[in-house]
């Protein structure tokens, strides 16, 4: 069930996602990518073979059996995820007004289509 | 571990201290920061030559960040191949630095540490050994470059901008997948291991770890523009400041690298029971590419544009020739890999120079002028001497074009003859084969047309025949590239052998994987 659940999410998110990406405003690409930011996080996180009631951390000196262990690995990828795409879309931000400073307009082409 | 094991992520190391440095500087104290900034890159270019002699007897240096062992801690690695690229990064990085200091370090805020940083996470994709930091390492380059892309600003570079970053932004998203995908079939992101892990047939889901590598595959394609990927390079190499692009000639051999590297190295045809099955796609990709490349060479009105569909050109050939995957025309592409970029790299800082002081809109009415047959009055010009700058200029331009187009007797002739010659040596050869040798002559040929059409529409009939105002500071760089150009025709050998090398190693990563696995 919890399954179902996460992979509808990731779905979801990813779906709305791409439409909003493909969209003619720059807002919307900017949120579009933000949403797109959050799947993608997601599933890097769940792809991680994810376990429940296990701690990530060995304790010092004792020679432990891994398998026993949550693997710490995924939440490091996705926090430096996380962290990277939140640096990008901001820079997209700043770029995205720029754009409507210049232009006038905010389609992502800087002119409004005939 | 001595002061000479450290020499590894000294590429890494030294351009973000330059970087970091160059930040706190005052932006008053301009000429302090340029200093610093070409100190750093000239001695990144000392480590490149360093680092390329140390791997030269094929030995494979491998640096334990942290001192982690190996599968568990982040590698760096230098085999042939990292330290030829980091050597093409730093030369490439000297001369668009050198180009700056007479206009476009002031054109904005923070250039030097722009480039620095740019070079930092070149460097460092081009070292790593490790998936994940592959992907931070690309992030940072990345960021440079929009940045860079955007240096001088103005409404057509922030229009641009905004494709670049919006595609590469989706494109780093589909990075992030496929490393997940991979992550979750072979529970390891270290290059070595996987690759060992792929050819014992230990990877757990074999449909999932292709599926990862598929996915990883477009990301790093759509970064080395390939066709269908490729429509916001053009306009973002063509409307970025000249120092910026001739940079970027080097951001989509990164792609082309990093295609090459996973290729061979974790998704080899060679060592997996069954040919890799994206192999003829990226055969097919890889034509498409040069093939559009070639009719938008053809098809460009003013120079900027040219210089970037001659990127599409120059990505197209390396792809397709890296995806047809014999040791002997990798070989032969990564030496025609070295010669474009550089030939590239100049070409772009080349057109700025040319292209200065020219009415804005000079380059339609000379097509306009063109297609309607309209002739000057021709009798004016008569007896009016080319002035030095312009005949300097032109020489240069005809270097380019000989060099992209590939004719004898510069290095872009011996790079496509030695891959025609791999393409034809076989005994039986394919339909496949034929059709990429014509694709490799027919594009040589548009790109002469082209050129030679822009040549003679800029330096003998341009409607507006102001000599350009060039420094010596500008045009030495263009001048260093040619020459290095000169320099690896006449030393075609050694570089080609040594090439070679670096592409027979990738094809059998043995040393490379036992290197970075054994190491305790």
């Not at chain 2, 053809?298 to 397709?320: D, E, F, H, I, K």
């Amino acid at each position: 069930m919890n399954e179902l659940v996460v992979s509808a999410a990731i779905g979801v998110l990813t779906g709305s996602g791409m439409w909003l990406l493909l969209r003619p405003r720059t807002f919307q690409v900017a949120i579009g990518l933000s949403l797109l930011s959050y799947a993608v996080n997601l599933f890097i996180f769940v792809m991680g073979r994810l376990r429940t009631g296990a701690a990530p951390v060995v304790p010092a000196g004792a020679a432990a059996d891994p398998s026993l262990y949550a693997d710490p690995l995924p939440q490091a990828l996705v926090l430096t995820a996380i962290v990277i795409s939140f640096a990008t879309t901001a820079l997209l931000l700043v770029v995205l007004l720029a754009s409507r400073g210049s232009s006038g307009t905010d389609h992502v082409d800087g002119s409004e289509p005939d | 571990m001595t002061a000479q094991d450290h020499l590894a992520i000294l590429p890494i190391v030294l351009p973000l201290a330059a970087g970091a440095i160059t930040l706190i500087v005052d932006e008053r104290r301009l000429a302090l920061k340029a200093a610093i900034s070409l100190v750093a890159s000239v001695l990144l270019v000392a480590v490149g030559i360093v680092l390329a002699g140390l791997t030269g007897d094929s030995s494979v240096i491998v640096y334990r960040v942290g001192d982690w062992a190996a599968p568990f801690g982040i590698v760096l690695v230098v085999d042939r191949l990292s330290a030829a690229m980091v050597l093409l990064a730093a030369v490439l990085g000297f001369a668009s630095l050198t180009f700056s200091l007479a206009r476009w370090q002031r054109a904005g805020p923070r250039f030097h540490t722009l480039v620095q940083f740019l070079l930092m996470g070149v460097n460092g994709a081009f070292l790593t050994g490790d998936l994940f930091n592959l992907f931070v390492f690309f992030e940072v380059f990345l960021t440079a470059s929009y940045a860079l892309a955007l240096h001088g600003s103005g409404e057509p570079r922030v229009r641009a901008s905004l494709h670049y970053i919006t595609v590469n932004l989706a494109a780093s998203l589909l990075f992030l997948i496929g490393v997940s995908l991979i992550y979750a079939a072979a529970g390891t992101l270290n290059m070595a291991d996987l690759a060992r892990q792929w050819r014992e047939g230990a990877v757990a889901h074999r449909a999932l770890y292709e599926t990862g590598g598929a996915i990883l595959g477009i990301a790093f394609l759509a970064k080395a523009g390939m066709w269908p990927l490729c429509f916001w390079l053009p306009g973002a190499y063509a409307a970025a400041s000249a120092p910026a692009a001739a940079l970027f000639a080097v951001l989509s051999k990164v792609g082309v690298y990093a295609i090459l590297r996973i290729g061979t190295l974790f998704l080899g045809a060679d060592v997996a029971a069954s040919p890799s099955p994206g192999t003829p796609w990226l055969v097919l990709a890889g034509m498409g590419t040069l093939a559009y490349g070639t009719l938008g060479v053809l098809a460009s009105q003013n120079l900027p544009r040219l210089a970037s569909y001659s990127v599409l050109v120059s990505s197209g050939t390396l792809l397709a020739a890296i995806a047809i995957g014999n040791a002997a025309l990798t070989g032969a592409a990564l030496y025609y890999l070295v010669v474009s970029a550089v030939a590239l790299s100049a070409f772009f800082l080349l057109v700025e120079l040319v292209d200065r002081g020219r009415r804005p809109g000079a380059d339609m009415l000379a097509v306009t002028a063109e297609a309607f047959g309209a002739e000057g009055d021709d009798e004016d010009d008569i007896g009016e001497s080319i002035q030095a700058p312009t005949a300097l200029l032109g020489l240069a331009f005809a270097a380019c074009a000989i060099m992209m187009a590939g004719l004898p007797p510069l290095a872009g002739f011996i790079g496509k003859f030695a891959m025609l010659h791999a393409l034809l040596e076989s005994e039986t050869v394919s339909i496949t084969s034929w059709t990429l040798v014509a694709l490799l002559i027919v594009s040589g040929f548009t790109t002469i047309i082209a050129m030679a059409r822009a040549g003679v529409r800029r330096f003998w009939a341009s409607p507006d025949a102001s000599v350009p105002h060039v420094l010596v500071v500008e045009f030495a760089p263009v001048v260093l590239l040619l020459a290095l150009c000169v320099a690896l025709t006449v030393e075609a050998g050694p570089l080609a052998r040594y090439l070679d090398a670096a592409a027979q190693a990738l094809h059998a990563p043995d040393r490379y994987v036992d290197g970075v696995l054994s190491k305790r």
